[in-house]
């Protein structure tokens, strides 16, 4: 699982500049020429949160993997946000007559629909001032689980999901 963060550099998301107009059809959302960097450079974020969350927990630091879990939340949820008007609405607009590529891009919009549920449901359960014992010794095995998955569909988004934003892509003859 973890040969992904040794095989990319980690960054730190930055602001995207201001994206240049292009309308996806019948709809006001505009093609953004920063999107895909933006979600790689917090996908890479997200990530790097990922591995310190895990080595406070293994370490016992409880306040260390609170405060990052924070953050973490934070960054995801505007992440799902974003992915879910921006790059979701447009595709499905751009590539509507394409019955394959609108395919793939609904599967991957409810898949990450099932993912989020999961991962509000697990940041629920630990934002709390005081854990119990049980859910410090709970927490880790599923922060693994959670992170092994979420590992793979940054992986599946990166080389599926993304490339279909590209304009070039939903241009071919």
Request: proline fraction near 6%.
């Amino acid at each position: 699982m973890f040969r992904f963060f040794k095989k990319n550099k980690i960054v730190e998301p930055e602001p995207a500049p201001a994206p240049k107009p292009a309308r996806a059809p019948s709809e006001g959302i505009s093609y953004d020429e920063n999107l895909i960097s933006t979600f790689e450079a917090e996908h890479q974020a997200l990530l790097r949160l990922f591995v310190e969350i895990k080595e406070a927990a293994e370490s016992n630091n409880f306040p260390i993997v609170k405060e990052r879990l924070k953050k973490f939340t934070s960054i995801l949820r505007g992440h799902l946000l974003t992915e879910n008007v921006k790059l979701y609405v447009y595709l499905s607009r751009e590539l509507a007559h394409d019955v394959e590529n609108k395919e793939i891009i609904m599967a991957f919009r409810r898949e990450m629909m099932q993912i989020g549920k999961a991962v509000n449901q697990f940041v629920t359960l630990y934002d709390k001032p005081i854990w119990s014992r049980e859910m410090e010794t709970t927490f880790l095995p599923e922060l693994l689980a959670i992170g092994e998955v979420l590992v793979q569909r940054i992986e599946r988004e990166e080389s599926t999901l993304y490339p279909l934003y590209m304009p070039e892509a939903h241009y071919k003859i």
